[in-house]
């Protein structure tokens, strides 16, 4: 799902995450407890919608899913034997309620739920069609262009329908949806966000991530395969793959940054390709030093994998403040300049008098290295050398991963030399494309059909533009603002 003016500031901000599960008595609170586990792709809002049989239940608010879905009043009353779940960060699409899905419709045909995890190209496009004929659009995300899509298909079945509404959409789209009838899951042709399968006992699951299987004790089954869509209902589970075959381009920084580490995506675990991140730029980039930090948290696995092929120490040398919330007044400038450091802070014992390689995932516009490097000084550091564990971030994503415009990217306007400056650090260094690609088990980067997206690093997008390249992401999509 997709905003228009994404990650304008420090603070972390990601992507979405999707949960459904067909088949348990327990619907709602499983769902409830996966979103917990998909918590770090969204924290703007929450939303979960189930269905007994006879009626949808919906609960949706903004913040984390514990603000919203802590009550046994609020699970109780979402009752049913199916029910679908979303966290957002809203990559497209204004901060409000209206935008909080999983969205709701009533249809010809009967109730449908739906969220989405990425970002189309062309909903601008399509939703400029839609409202000439007639459709009344109740947000601005760009999910509810398929949700009209859907009701103005000619098809009769469901399935049909959000066939025929998925054939005309482009961009990246894992999807949970919850009919009458039952679940239907689909990855776009691409594969661009992940999307998994798993079991409880009788009942089906989709997830973004394995992550959330896990934490409720669940089976992993497989990933939901790019270009398919399965439909989950009483008789069980179908497959069926309505959009051709592409070649699949699952986003590589899915690896580096934003999935949990104890996923599983494709087969290839998340932690461990960080650690061979780390071990392929030690190799690529090392220089003389004494220890090895990493930026918490993001940087760690990659600095143990540094830290390892290099033989050095590895030592948290910065110390992350994990409760530092989103209800926190920001302090004055004159309190700020006394210089607190509210999320991180140095420590010292392990940095005094020492050579430092600090280890983070990504550069974007630099404000985190920035500060990090001074900090790591100001504790008595001799050299700070900072090493990063993705390649140069060049372009913006238009996916699915909230990054600034491209202008505000670091990397597309600097040099590394540059950069290195800007940052204060003794010298920067990136992985190299192909280190990333052997990192995850590839020889190199295959420069015909690559194996992943990797547009931010590379600018080769592979799904179309639509919208970007005809100028139109930035125009008003409603006239009407309303409270968070
Ligand atoms: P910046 O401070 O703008 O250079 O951003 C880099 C920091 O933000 C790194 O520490 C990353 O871990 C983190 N980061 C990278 N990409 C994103 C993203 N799309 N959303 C939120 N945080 C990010």
Not at 37 to 57: M, P, T
Not at 83 to 107: C, K, S
Request: hydrophobic share 40%; charged share 20%.
């Amino acid at each position: 799902m997709n905003t228009t003016q994404p990650f304008d500031d420090d603070h972390p901000h990601e992507e979405c995450g999707v949960f459904g599960i067909f088949g348990h008595a327990e619907s709602t609170a499983l769902t409830a407890l996966g979103l917990h586990a998909l918590q770090h792709r969204g924290q703007e809002a929450a939303g979960i919608v189930s269905y007994d049989g006879e009626q949808f239940h919906a609960h949706r608010g903004m913040g984390n899913v514990g603000d919203n879905f802590s009550s046994k009043e609020v699970i109780a009353r979402l009752s049913g034997h199916s029910a679908i779940g979303h966290v957002r960060y809203a990559t497209t699409g204004e901060v409000a309620m209206r935008n909080v899905q999983p969205l709701f419709a009533d249809f010809e045909f009967g109730g449908l739920a739906i969220c989405h995890n990425g970002n189309l190209t062309n909903s601008y496009k399509l939703r400029q069609q839609l409202v000439r004929r007639g459709s009344l659009f109740q947000s601005t995300s760009d999910t509810e262009v398929i949700v009209h899509l859907i009701a103005t298909s000619l098809k009769l079945s469901v399935e049909e329908r959000m066939i025929d509404a998925l054939r005309q959409v482009q961009g990246a789209y894992s999807l949970a949806a919850l009919t009458q009838e039952g679940m239907i899951a689909v990855r776009d042709p691409m594969g661009v966000r992940p999307l998994v399968l798993g079991r409880l006992g009788e009942a089906w699951i989709v997830s973004s991530e394995s992550c959330a299987l896990d934490i409720i004790g669940a089976d992993f089954v497989r990933d939901v395969e790019a270009g398919e869509m399965v439909i989950v209902g009483p008789n069980g589970l179908r497959s069926i793959r309505p959009f051709g075959r592409e070649t699949k381009r699952l986003c590589i920084f899915e690896y580096i940054y934003f999935a949990r580490p104890d996923s599983v995506m494709d087969g290839v675990s998340v932690y461990e390709s960080r650690k061979r991140i780390g071990a392929e730029l030690a190799r690529e980039s090392h220089v003389a030093a004494d220890i090895v930090i990493p930026v918490p948290d993001s940087g760690v696995p990659a600095a143990l994998g540094y830290a390892a092929e290099c033989k050095l120490p590895f030592e948290l040398g910065i110390i992350r403040n994990h409760y530092v919330g989103r209800t926190f007044i920001e302090p004055t400038d004159q309190i700020r300049n006394l210089g607190v450091k509210l999320k991180h802070n140095a420590n010292r014992a392990h940095i005094q008098g020492k050579r430092v390689i600090l280890v983070d995932d990504s550069i974007v516009r630099g404000t985190t290295s920035t500060k990090i490097v001074a900090m790591v000084r100001q504790a008595g550091a001799k050299e700070v050398h900072m090493r990063i564990s993705s390649p140069p971030t060049k372009d913006s994503c238009f996916y699915g991963i909230a990054t600034p415009e491209r202008n505000k990217l670091l990397a597309s306007n600097m040099s590394i030399e540059e950069m290195g400056k800007y940052i204060g650090a003794d010298s920067l260094a990136f992985v190299s494309i192909d280190g990333l690609y052997r990192a995850l088990g590839e020889t190199k980067r295959n420069m015909k059909t690559p194996q992943y997206c990797d547009a931010c690093f590379t600018g080769d997008y592979p799904i179309p533009l639509v919208d970007h390249d005809s100028g139109q992401v930035q125009t008003q999509l409603s006239l009407l603002t309303e409270n968070a």
